[in-house]
């Protein structure tokens, strides 16, 4: 018994210990470096245009929460092909935030019109609005998410 309790502190240890070597690696306030840019760029996206912005088809990584659009790209470890939360990059990550889910199939598909969010339960708003203060304090926004149809082409290459 005890040694069953053992195992299983031993195990969360590693596991939050992995976690805060891929967190602190990738925190943009810790390591200083690649700011990039320090101007804000301000983009309009569509869903079908944020979808670019996944890791895999550029090397930048941006997510949408609540319609702004965050830089995410040194979370890469969290967001990149691979990471654990791969799901999220180059979408609209409002409802899998606000449902403590990375289960892909939370978020709209990329032809449906934006998620409006309405039915949301209280406790799920307030889940989504701590991850978006989480968001604000450590990454970038870059834009803001549209309806498709409705940004046109210059606003789009702009970024
Ligand atoms: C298996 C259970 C889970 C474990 C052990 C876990 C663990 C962690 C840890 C340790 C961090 C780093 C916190 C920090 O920055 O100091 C983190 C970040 C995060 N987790 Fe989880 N998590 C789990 C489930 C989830 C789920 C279900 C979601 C779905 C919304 C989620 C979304 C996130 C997000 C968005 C971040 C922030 C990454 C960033 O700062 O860019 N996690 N997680
Ligand atoms: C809430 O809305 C979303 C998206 O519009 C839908 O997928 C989901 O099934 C709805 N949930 C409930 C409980 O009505
Ligand atoms: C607002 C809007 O026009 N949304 C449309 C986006 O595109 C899909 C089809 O590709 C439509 O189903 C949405 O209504």
Redesign the pocket.
Known sequence: MITTILVVLVILYF??KI??E??SS??PLAAGEHLRDATIVQGKFTPKTLAKYNGRDSDRIFISVKNRVYD?TQ?AA??GPGG??EN?AGRD?SR??A????DPAVLTPLDQPIDDLKNLSKIELESLES?DE??EN??KIVGTLHENGTVKEEDEKSL
């Open positions: 596991v939050r976690y805060t891929i967190a990738s925190n995410v979370g969290f967001y654990p939360y999220f990550a899998g935030l449902l403590n889910s990375f991850w989480h968001f450590r990454y």
